[in-house]
């Protein structure tokens, strides 16, 4: 698991994110029943440089940096209601490396976020709309080293030597925002959409690289979540939730 009791309050800063996106939706709906509610998938590439995590690792030739690029999944809701748009979204990043049996590493992660925007088109085919969020992300990297050339045996024999096969693993969370901007195109009847969304992803403060478990360590790299990504959107009614204008 990427989430630990150290992040507990970034949880908590989501829930409230996320449940203050659902409360503005239902109070608009109150005030007005003219919206379109869209379940989303999405894919894409990032694109983040991890400088200070990867300076210390390179001083470490037992062990490969972590790549800057990251695949990309998209999961979540997007609320269209007199052309202000809201919504909130899973996300789930990989580099898609690491092999076991060899020396390499791997970053993925995990984030939650809630966005708004405001479509600027007067288009009942086409959304192009900026868009701000807030969000949380929670990472762990995974180093492996090549083993091929310690003994079977004496991993069975050695307390030191078992704990000297096993991966690095270490953890980060940020506190993020999202700037960017969608387009879309809608199906004819309005049945679903399909779009671009570019954004920059960014953390307020460095953040200090922890241990698996997420303990302190002295001295430790910090890094800054600093992610340009682009994605393509698949978005569709979801059941119920279209109401006429």
Known sequence: MLLNGSNRHYMKTMAFLLLFSISVAATAQQANNSRTVYSIIGFGAGLQKWDGLNSRIAQFPQYEQVKDYTALLHLGWLKENRRFISGSNIMLGSTMTGDRD??????????????????????????????????????????????????????????TVQNSVRALGLKNSFFTYKLGVGFNVKSPGNKGAIGLQASYNGSFQDKAWRSNDGQMLGSAPKDRLGRFQLSIIFSGIADGMKHSK
């Open 102 to 159: 060899e020396k390499s590493s791997t970053m993925r992660f995990f984030g939650i976020g809630a966005d708004f925007g405001y479509d600027v088109l007067k288009s009942d085919k086409l959304m192009l709309y900026p868009l701000v969020g807030l969000g949380g992300e929670f990472y762990q990297a995974r180093f492996y080293k090549d083993n091929s050339n310690v003994d079977f045996d004496d991993v069975l024999q050695s307390p």
